[in-house]
């Protein structure tokens, strides 16, 4: 456990040279100033209450073209993002919808094009054969 000891200043409790106030105790503080008083109402203070208060500073006519903006950016940017979100569900969905069934139609539409390109080289490959075994055969 560790325990604390105050240290007196030998130079804060020599005598101080210049005018001799007679009064000292105006000047010395005890535990309960309005310094302190001030620094724990703060403490207490919360962001909402700072805010509350703001609302005084700020005249009636302000607030009320303040609140009217905010109001209608705030329609605007809820009708934005509802327009937003059903076209985005149209796109997505007509997407699906046509553009599947497409995709599937042309890897379709170029394996029987493929096909044909494979049925093309045999056929020729074929030809070539057929032609080189119709040549006269050499005499031995």
Do not use: C, H, Y
């Amino acid at each position: 456990m560790v325990k604390l000891e105050e240290v007196p200043d030998e130079e804060f409790l020599a005598a101080q040279p210049g005018p001799k106030i007679e009064e000292e105790d105006d000047w010395e503080s005890d535990s309960n100033s309005d310094t302190s008083s001030i620094l724990s109402d703060s403490l207490e203070e919360t962001l909402s209450d700072r805010i509350a208060a703001l609302k005084d500073i700020i005249p009636p006519t302000t607030r009320a073209r303040l609140s009217s903006f905010a109001s209608s950016a705030q329609g605007w940017v809820t009708s934005g993002l509802s327009f937003s979100g059903k076209s985005l569900w149209v796109v997505s969905t007509s997407a699906l919808l046509l553009g599947v069934p497409w995709a599937l139609a042309f890897s379709e539409e170029q394996q029987v094009q493929e096909m044909e390109r494979e049925m093309r080289m045999q056929q020729s490959a074929n030809e070539m054969l057929t032609a080189g075994s119709g040549q006269a055969k050499p005499a031995l």
